[in-house]
């Protein structure tokens, strides 16, 4: 089945840690996006990518870092620099000139 | 400026009756627009999408929604509310110029009352 993975479901991260959530697609999607999410917040926009080997700020990027090597995988590494890195994480994709954006099951992250 | 308005945080229904989530836009391009559907600890689903054909779009589990441009709305409706409607909806609004900016409401938390 086609779709967007993401792994781990849930992490626990120590103050001053870095830590890398995966996203990984079989859609065969250009684009793909980082967004953060906050409890009773809608989504903003952390990170996006439109072809390999490219990406771009989003709204909220201080703290983040993301790497595109291979058009299947987008992973987001949340730095220690992140100072309230608590909340849900949420990757997505689409085809370049496709409109709709496509969904993974999302990441909660905790710091403990 | 590109801009979507959910005009209800919450909004809470009995089971069988009608639902209404309202959502304006405003976009410099003739825009996409789209609603999702969010469960608890879950991904986006979509919903449905206007995309310049009919203005009427039918999306699944019933929901429909009409694109209004003279006032600037696209709505979401559905005519009889079910216990597994609970959730969370969102506006999407997406340009159609040669950057395709993609802007989210904050969000509508849909309650149904058994």
């Known amino acids: 089945d086609g779709g967007i993975t993401q792994s781990p479901k849930y992490l626990f991260r120590k103050e001053g840690q870095n830590v890398t959530l995966s996203c990984e697609q079989n859609?065969?999607?250009?684009?793909m996006y980082w967004y953060r999410q906050d409890p009773g917040q809608g989504l903003r926009l952390i990170y996006y990518?439109?072809?390999?080997?490219?990406?771009q700020k989003g709204d909220i990027a201080e703290g983040y870092s993301v790497s595109r090597e291979k058009k299947e995988s987008f992973p987001l590494t949340v730095t220690s620099a992140q100072k309230n890195p608590t909340a849900f994480y949420l990757c997505?994709?689409?085809?370049?000139?496709?409109?709709?954006?496509?969904f993974g099951e999302g990441s909660w992250l905790t710091v403990v | 400026a590109q801009s979507v308005t959910q005009l209800d945080s919450h909004v809470s229904v009995s089971e069988g009756t009608p639902v209404l989530l309202r959502c304006n836009y405003s976009?410099?391009?003739?825009?996409?627009l789209f609603w999702y559907v969010q469960h608890p600890n879950k991904g986006l689903q979509l919903l449905l999408k206007?995309?310049?054909?009919?203005?009427l779009v039918k999306g699944i589990n019933g929901f429909e929604a009409e694109f209004k441009k003279s006032e600037t709305s696209f709505h979401l409706t559905k005519p009889s509310a079910h216990m597994s409607d609970a959730a969370e909806y969102f506006c999407v609004v997406m340009n159609s110029g040669g950057y395709q900016k993609v802007t989210f409401g904050t969000g509508t938390k849909l309650q149904v009352i058994p």
């Open positions: 206007y995309t310049s054909a009919a203005t």
């Open positions: 990518s439109q072809i390999v080997n490219d990406f």
């Open positions: 997505a994709s689409r085809f370049d000139r496709g409109n709709t954006i496509y």
């Open positions: 976009s410099s391009y003739s825009p996409s």
């Open positions: 859609l065969n999607h250009d684009a």
